[in-house]
């Protein structure tokens, strides 16, 4: 009897740390995030205009990161496929260039880019070369025509 409930205490414990561990977060960047829920990746996709300037939470996998500085990540929403860009405008709020198959939470603003915007970008090849840190190699980052602009980044393990 002792034994039983010695072997059912371990599998709590074990169970609770699984939890505990699984379900904080591993790196943490910018302002704490505020929203309760996230936006699905997918509903932003088919209509970003009626989010555009919102403060939106979206999560998802990680399948692209900037290997210069971190300045962007692409997240992917395991249940739909949808992918978006979060982008740091100012190199405030970054990621690990090693974060790729992390899980990940960001929350920002949602930029919406005009066409007038966008045909300019594109004349410059849908492409930003911007300041590279010491030691960086040189590279460029994409342009999209929707992300979110980072305000929070939060990830966790694979």
């Given at each position: 009897m002792k034994r039983t409930r010695m072997t059912i205490g371990a599998i709590a414990l074990v169970g609770l740390i699984a939890v505990a561990c699984g379900s904080e977060p591993?790196?943490?960047?910018?302002?704490?995030?505020?929203?309760?829920?996230s936006v699905s990746?997918?509903?932003?996709?088919?209509?970003?205009?009626?989010?555009?300037?919102?403060?939106v939470l979206v999560q998802?996998?990680?399948?692209?990161?900037?290997?210069?500085?971190?300045c962007?990540?692409?997240?992917?929403?395991?249940?739909?496929?949808?992918?978006?860009?979060?982008?740091?405008?100012?190199?405030?709020?970054t990621?690990?260039?090693t974060c790729e198959g992390a899980r990940i939470r960001v929350e920002g603003e949602l930029v919406v880019v005009e066409p007038v915007a966008a045909q300019a970008e594109q004349e410059c090849d849908h492409a930003h070369e911007h300041?590279?840190?010491?030691g960086e190699e040189p590279h460029v980052c994409p342009q999209p025509d929707?992300?979110?602009m980072l305000s929070a980044v939060e990830l966790f393990e694979k």
């Open positions: 591993y790196y943490k960047a910018g302002e704490p995030i505020g929203a309760k829920a990746i997918a509903g932003l996709m088919e209509n970003p205009r009626a989010f555009a300037g919102e403060t998802g996998t990680v399948t692209g990161v900037c290997k210069g500085s971190g962007w990540a692409l997240v992917e929403e395991g249940s739909s496929g949808a992918k978006i860009y979060a982008k740091s405008a100012d190199h405030s709020v990621v690990p260039t300041e590279h840190a010491e929707c992300y979110v």
